[in-house]
């Protein structure tokens, strides 16, 4: 099993594993593709916590790439993989498909599903990446935990979303996640590359750690 340092390896050693799968479909993932981990942008130019993955065309970059970014409020492997996926889709046919027919041809053979524009993984493309993705270990990443708070100008009612107003006068505030939940897993499924992963109050860890369904194993924070 491989073990990566920083999440872009990961993400990019992922990006490797796909490129039979979407030959097997007669796509090709382009070469230029480079992968990150970062906030997404909003349509009205700001950083956006809805959205968990974005693809922007090699035409907006200098050094010529097609740039995916995943969100790093993600931090289960398999998930980021599916997320992963839907951007090279993208690469693939070309942002000026958007998620229209083309796309939504190669997005569901290779096994995505649900609304194109926040596809999940299917139980095709889990079934694969359950045999390929396992030797990249897991996905080094600790989720970024942070919470959106929109506002409004003072003394109006809530309207559409503004860019963030760092003066207080109305707009976006980003602001920690303050419900301290911690990250309990399965260290037999995180081993296997497929980690099992619930959230819980540091409280009612301490009363009892949940076992594992799969394992039937202590789940450790």
Known sequence: MQSFDTREEWMAAAVDRMRPLFALHGATIPSNVKVSC??????RGITSLDAI???????????????????????????VADVLAHECVHAAVGNEHGHGPVFRKLAEAIGL??????TVAGDTFKAWWGATG?????????RLNVLIERTAPKGKPSGPVTPRD???????????DTTRQIKVQCPRCAEAGEPYIV??????????APIC????????A
Do not use: C
């Open 38 to 43: 970062g906030f997404p942008f909003g349509r």
């Open 53 to 79: 993955g974005q693809a922007w065309p090699a035409v907006l970059s200098r050094g010529n790439h097609i740039e995916l970014f995943v969100s790093p409020v993600l931090d289960d492997g398999a998930r």
């Open 113 to 118: 599903t649900g609304k194109m524009t926040a």
């Open 134 to 142: 396992i030797g990249l270990g897991v996905y080094p990443h600790a």
């Open 166 to 176: 760092p003066t207080g006068r109305g707009g976006i505030v980003y602001r920690p």
């Open 199 to 208: 959230r819980m109050s540091r409280t009612t860890f301490n009363r009892g």
């Open 213 to 220: 369904p799969i394992h039937n194993h202590t789940m450790e």
